[in-house]
């Protein structure tokens, strides 16, 4: 399956590698609003911007997108314009082949699992996510569309966690917990509690620090 990557960022880079890795799917190219100088990453030609999505996508004969932009609102805007460009474009969610997804996880289109991730049995991750290189988020979990789980964030059973939100760098959750949509978990945090919708929290343990608005930048 052809694959074209919306964004030329260095989580783009990680898709590419994900992508090339696994073997099941070819890269064909990218698209972006800024790429590099040259007009490739890793050998693949930046072929246009996001507003050039249906051109490129007939020239290279795509099958399929993935959105390789790190930051979740930012995300959800280039799939929401890229689907608005290209109703009927698929997405394909990805797996690096030294990742572990147990039997029962259901992966929502869109979604990457990077090396060394570990999703354990009966959790359901949304669409357009990011399980981040050496996460894990145990059993019975639920991400929302759009989150991410930062590289060696750690997530206990039956955590929830909304839409939109972020969970960074090596930050902890203890089991059963629920953050609301549109959050930001500090790195290095140790979360013990509930944490609601819409504010940056972090720390150990974990306090809310102030409030958010949707769409905020964090990366």
């Known amino acids: ?52 999505l249906a051109a490129v996508c007939r020239d290279l004969a795509v099958d399929a997108l993935v959105a390789g932009v790190g930051d979740n609102w930012r995300r959800s805007e280039v799939v929401r ?29 869109g979604t990457v699992v990077m090396a060394g991730a570990i999703v ?16 894990c988020v145990d059993h019975d979990g639920v991400l929302g569309d759009f989150v991410s789980i930062a590289p060696n964030a750690t997530l206990g059973g039956n955590v929830r966690v909304g839409a939109g939100s972020a969970v960074s760098l090596s930050a902890s959750v203890i089991h059963g917990i629920t953050i609301g949509a549109d959050t ?11 944490v609601p919708a819409n504010v940056v929290a972090y720390g150990v343990p974990a306090r809310i620090i102030r409030p958010r608005m949707r769409g905020d930048r964090y990366l």
């Open 120 to 135: 354990n049995s009966g959790t359901q991750v949304g669409g357009h996510c990011i399980v981040n290189t050496g996460a």
């Open 81 to 109: 314009r890229a689907m608005e460009l290209c109703p009927d474009s698929r997405f394909i969610s990805a797996v690096h082949p030294s990742a572990r997804i147990a039997s029962g996880v259901e992966l929502g289109d």
């Open 184 to 194: 930001v978990v500090g790195a290095g945090a140790v979360v013990v509690r509930d």
């Open 1 to 52: 399956m052809k694959i074209l990557i919306l964004g030329a960022s260095g989580h783009a880079r990680v898709i590419i590698d994900l992508i090339e890795q696994s073997g099941q799917h070819q890269v064909v190219g990218l698209v972006a609003e800024e790429g590099p100088e040259d007009g490739t990453l890793c050998g693949y030609p930046v072929a246009g911007s996001v507003e050039d």
